[in-house]
């Protein structure tokens, strides 16, 4: 099956710093989505983003599908951006298939 | 507010008995998920169903069981024939199969220790 990768798995910032997220996935995929899991485990959908570009906000996402890699990027980070960031993607069937995650923590 | 719901937030299970986590929609989604969330990993499905009546086993089902009698729901219960249920469980669902329709939505999930 499809086998995804996300890095760094741990990021310490202060507040303020940008950050730059990355996932790589193995195969083709359709449907690949960024969420933010917060401290009391709810997943929030960041973006729905298979190819191309899209901003929303201090957050955006580049899926270059072609080379099979996603980026997600956070600008001005602020301490309500911590918690950890999954991407998962599907290649056919609608299960999402999710990387271990990358946890991110802002220093005040 | 449309959303999805789940109940319990937390639920203490003795070994060898049978549990029930309810989920429920109210987005008009066809599709509905089951997933299972351990300590410090990423989510893996259990059970998917795409429309009512008709569901599939995902990646890890054994010691799972699911119905989808009605488009608004989608229970999952926890048999005693799971062998590690203690996690976190998260209950999902997307408008159908096609594009932008894949999208996932989830809901708050329930916490599942077994004593």
């Known amino acids: 099956g499809i086998q995804v990768e996300q890095s760094p798995p741990d990021l310490i910032l202060q507040e303020g710093a940008n950050s730059t997220l990355r996932c790589n996935f193995s195969d083709s995929v359709n449907n690949l989505q960024w969420f933010h899991q917060n401290p009391w485990g709810q997943l929030i959908n960041l973006f729905y983003i298979p190819s191309g570009t899209k901003q929303n906000g201090r957050l955006s996402a580049t899926t270059v599908a072609t080379e099979r890699y996603s980026l997600l990027y956070i600008s001005s980070s602020q301490t309500t951006d911590s918690g950890v960031y999954f991407c998962a993607v599907s290649e056919g069937a609608q299960k999402l298939v999710f990387g271990q995650g990358t946890r991110l923590t802002i220093n005040p | 507010d449309g959303g999805i719901t789940q109940s319990p937030k937390y639920l203490f299970r003795k070994e060898g008995q049978n549990v029930t986590l309810s989920c429920e929609q109210n987005?008009?989604?066809?599709?509905m998920y089951w997933y299972r969330q351990d300590p410090g990993q990423g989510l893996r499905l259990i059970y998917y169903s795409q429309i009512v009546n008709d569901f599939q086993k995902g990646d890890i089902a054994e010691g799972y069981s699911v119905s989808r009698e009605k488009k608004e729901s989608f229970p999952l219960t926890v048999t005693s024939a799971q062998k590690n249920p203690t996690a976190f469980y998260l209950c999902?669902?997307?408008?159908?199969?096609?594009?932008?329709?894949?999208?996932?939505?989830f809901g708050p999930g329930t916490r599942l220790t077994v004593l």
């Open positions: 987005l008009n989604h066809d599709a």
């Open positions: 999902a669902s997307s408008k159908g199969s096609g594009g932008a329709w894949n999208e996932q939505f």
